[in-house]
């Protein structure tokens, strides 16, 4: 069975960079045809697609985020990660990890999600 699960602090100051980790078991995130991603969720906005990787490590992004974002990840660990640079208030979300066999921004594409963190950008 395939699990992610995210990981980092709850609350990042503004003009700071959001930092957070995705440890995946039970799949490679070296594995071919797969697309590991970063997708958050605002209060009371709809979903959002950040970015993805895929399993040579190439990455893309969401044209309005790619300036500031991020994706990288330790094949020893088996981790992807996501950095979003000068955050504000607006990034204020609850941040997932997920997984798809396709590039995709549809939610329904997913096959497995991580169970989500709730994220807070705040002096």
């Known amino acids: 069975q395939v699990q992610l699960q995210e990981s980092g602090p709850g609350l990042v100051s503004p003009s700071q960079t959001l930092s957070l980790t995705c440890t995946v078991s039970?799949?490679?995130?070296?594995?071919?045809?797969?697309?590991w991603s970063w997708i958050r969720h605002p209060p009371g906005k709809e979903l959002e697609w950040m970015g993805g990787?895929?399993?040579?490590?190439?990455?893309y992004y969401n044209p309005s985020l790619k300036s500031r974002t991020s994706i990288s990840r330790d094949t020893s660990k088996n981790q992807f990660s996501l950095q979003l640079s000068s955050v504000t208030p607006e990034d204020t979300a609850v941040y997932y990890c997920?997984?798809?066999?396709?590039?995709?921004?549809?939610?329904?594409?997913?096959?497995?999600w991580g169970q989500g963190t709730q994220v807070t950008v705040s002096s």
């Open positions: 039970g799949a490679s995130i070296t594995a071919s045809d797969d697309h």
């Open positions: 997920a997984a798809s066999t396709v590039a995709t921004m549809r939610e329904s594409e997913y096959n497995y």
């Open positions: 990787q895929v399993h040579d490590g190439g990455t």
